[in-house]
């Protein structure tokens, strides 16, 4: 079975980390991250330099990158001067990815924005968009639950996704933005989906879990079971929220793409390459990363037996 990965570290990682990331290095990962088989790459963000500076190179970024065919390259967009940036720049990112949030007080959070205010942008952002020969997609975090909030109405993604189809957004990803998911929810809301809203094709919905409570890959099954097949990480797992507390990484990219492979999905991935990727991590942000596989092995490394184990 065909799985679609995808990689955000370079936007989802890099924006918290304190320390500025040169762009002559974002642009060697992204090259290096481009031949590893990934379907998306998110590569920035066109969001206020104050707000995110780690990310206040998106247009370097952009124009400093090779294009791999086959591989999408994404920037998140987080309201209509967002689109508008990323439509204006010299090379623009073959898609932009909007984001609203599924609890009201995440969003003012986030994007501080109303859900009423972020919503009234949305035909716009998709108009921009396409006449500017983006796709657009759209991100809704907290689908899973909200730090503020708690619990999310199944309800209210499904409002929220019912409105993203009829606006033309062309795809949907479900963000668990705090790392609240577990793999029953992710079953059942994920299954009510499909149902009610049945995808165009096979990378309509991702799924975009982070690792906070230990649940990620866990999760990521659960999605496989319920029928989603396209999949977020970050490599070596780097990534948080800042404006959401205590919120660690996204699911490590290549600790899901291992357990794929275990498990027999086609996912398109030299594991190799990827694993080489995340061994640079450590060495960019000046800290340990949460990837388990870049210090283990892929499962079928094997280790010399000790000597009074050998025949
Ligand atoms: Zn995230």
């Given at each position: 079975?065909?799985?679609?990965?995808?990689?955000?570290?370079?936007?989802?990682g890099f924006q918290i980390e304190k320390a500025f990331v040169p762009t002559a290095t974002k642009v060697?990962?992204?090259?290096?991250?481009?031949?590893?088989?990934?379907?998306?790459?998110?590569?920035?963000?066109?969001?206020?330099?104050?707000?995110?500076?780690?990310?206040?190179?998106?247009?370097?970024?952009?124009?400093?990158?090779?294009?791999?065919?086959?591989?999408?390259?994404?920037?998140?967009?987080?309201?209509?001067?967002?689109?508008?940036?990323?439509?204006?720049?010299?090379?623009?990112?073959?898609?932009?990815?909007?984001?609203?949030?599924?609890?009201?007080?995440?969003?003012?959070?986030?994007?501080?924005?109303?859900?009423?205010?972020?919503?009234?942008?949305?035909?716009?952002?998709?108009?921009?968009?396409?006449?500017?020969?983006?796709?657009?997609?759209?991100?809704?975090?907290?689908?899973?639950?909200?730090?503020?909030?708690?619990?999310?109405?199944?309800?209210?993604?499904?409002?929220?996704?019912?409105?993203?189809?009829?606006?033309?957004?062309?795809?949907?990803?479900?963000?668990?933005?705090?790392?609240?998911?577990?793999?029953?929810?992710?079953?059942?809301?994920?299954?009510?989906?499909?149902?009610?809203?049945?995808?165009?094709?096979?990378r309509y919905y991702t799924l975009h879990f982070h690792n906070t409570r230990g649940m990620g890959l866990?999760n990521v099954v659960a999605g496989i079971e319920a029928g989603v097949r396209s999949f977020d990480g970050?490599?070596?797992?780097?990534?948080?929220?800042?404006?959401?507390?205590?919120?660690?990484?996204?699911?490590?990219?290549?600790?899901?793409?291992?357990?794929?492979?275990?498990?027999?999905?086609?996912?398109?991935?030299?594991?190799?390459?990827?694993?080489?990727?995340?061994?640079?991590?450590?060495?960019?942000?000046?800290?340990?990363?949460?990837?388990?596989?870049?210090?283990?092995?892929?499962?079928?490394?094997?280790?010399?037996?000790?000597?009074?184990?050998?025949?």
């Open positions: 079975m065909r799985l679609y990965v995808n990689d955000v570290a370079v936007r989802d060697e990962l992204i090259n290096q991250l481009s031949r590893t088989g990934l379907h998306k790459i998110e590569v920035t963000s066109f969001v206020s330099p104050k707000a995110v500076p780690a990310l206040a190179d998106a247009n370097e970024v952009l124009a400093g990158i090779d294009r791999v065919p086959g591989v999408v390259y994404v920037a998140l967009v987080p309201n209509i001067r967002g689109v508008q940036n990323a439509a204006a720049t010299a090379r623009k990112p073959d898609e932009v990815n909007g984001v609203v949030s599924a609890s009201e007080t995440h969003n003012r959070a986030n994007i501080n924005r109303t859900h009423e205010q972020s919503i009234a942008e949305l035909p716009t952002m998709v108009k921009v968009a396409h006449e500017a020969g983006m796709k657009i997609t759209m991100s809704l975090s907290t689908t899973f639950g909200c730090p503020f909030e708690g619990h999310v109405h199944e309800d209210v993604v499904l409002d929220f996704v019912g409105r993203f189809r009829e606006l033309g957004f062309d795809a949907i990803s479900f963000g668990d933005t705090t790392g609240m998911a577990n793999p029953r929810q992710v079953r059942e809301l994920t299954a009510k989906v499909l149902e009610r809203f049945p995808p165009p094709d096979d866990a970050s490599v070596s797992g780097l990534g948080g929220c800042p404006f959401a507390p205590g919120a660690t990484g996204n699911i490590c990219t290549e600790d899901m793409v291992n357990m794929l492979v275990d498990m027999g999905y086609d996912t398109r991935i030299d594991l190799a390459k990827l694993l080489a990727v995340a061994r640079r991590i450590p060495a960019v942000v000046g800290h340990d990363v949460p990837g388990q596989v870049m210090k283990s092995g892929q499962t079928l490394e094997l280790h010399e037996p000790p000597r009074h184990a050998r025949s």
